[in-house]
DNA sequence: GTCTATAGCCGGATAGAC
DNA sequence: GTCTATCCGGCTATAGAC
């Protein structure tokens, strides 16, 4: 990691702040809230983090790294496989990154004009792409669309199966909505 | 309609508030952002409306409704009926009231919990237990989850095909995702 | 490294003139 | 019916003590 110090309250602070974003979106948590799940004050997750932004910026880091990999993975892959892969990596980046998840798409819109999250529309219009195995006809770019959407909705639910078996249906499901034949 | 007096104003003021919540969410969205773009005061809206609150629960007062007549008639049909009429009529709900349900998307969470609301959870339980064909199989309610989830994402994005075009590939792909078989 | 105190801003909402 | 002016609150962020 970039900073050496693993002081244990930034984990803690982070921690706080998923949760509570995740919960009641970023807009609608304030500093107070975080620094009260926290049991700190205020001014504290001042010191740690150079503000409310910031806190957001890291959180958001991890996932949005896995987002570049698998576009990067996928930049490389013929019109053919680039389907089921798409939908295979699209599925486990989201389970990966549940609450992540869950926070962006609280405050989708506004969050995605931020600097920090420049290239994620480009990502994301890439992966849309990928979806409808790079096809131009429109049908294929809507029920890509709908794979996109539905996805981070059942992961954000919490669920009484597991993981795996989660993944499996809704790679499963996925696949049927996009008309994807087997490989 | 229960006011007699038809100022424009209020429409005006609705509109404008629409259009905004859309685009920037609800909590993301001021009175004065508001007042701005209708070309008023502040202190004008809130002569037309009892509060921010007001503006919203009128806005998706007739989604609502609608929410509840569909509820309404899904409650009178058979189990095998039941699956292909609320993919239909789910579809048919968000594409005739895209950007409300745009606004409702934004703040989910923390709108369920406004006592005017109080009810759609339920409708949305019954809804998704319809799309699931009243199955308590945890992969059909998974589904069921999915098509809830893709159907509003895609009425959300500006499209290039007509409504009708966008309307039965919706159904259709729903229908692929749910793996529900041809009546 | 964490606190208290406070500055400064912006939000929603009210009072009262016109 | 719409405005101006103002209040009060919560928010982010800073300054400085400990």
Request: proline share 4%; with cysteine; net charge negative.
């Amino acid at each position: 990691m970039s900073r050496g110090t693993r002081s244990g309250t930034r984990e803690e602070i982070l921690d706080a702040a998923a949760r509570l974003f995740a919960a009641t979106g970023f807009k609608g948590t304030s500093l107070q809230d975080i620094a009260g799940e926290v049991g700190c004050s205020k001014a504290a997750l001042l010191y740690h983090f150079d503000g409310k932004d910031a806190i957001l910026t890291e959180l958001l880091a991890p996932p949005l790294e896995a987002l570049a990999t698998l576009d990067a993975r996928l930049a490389g892959l013929g019109d053919d496989a680039v389907q089921l892969a798409a939908v295979e990596g699209y599925v486990d980046l989201v389970m990966r990154f549940r609450r992540e998840v869950t926070v962006l798409y609280d405050d989708m819109p506004a969050l995605l004009q931020r600097p920090a999250f420049a290239g994620v529309q480009e990502m994301s219009d890439r992966l849309l792409d990928a979806l409808a195995a790079r096809s131009p006809d429109p049908a294929a770019r809507i029920t890509a669309l709908m794979v996109l959407g539905s996805v981070p909705v059942v992961c954000m639910k919490p669920t009484e199966i597991g993981d795996d078996e989660l993944r499996s249906i809704l790679t499963r499901s996925a696949a049927r909505t996009l008309d994807l034949r087997r490989a």
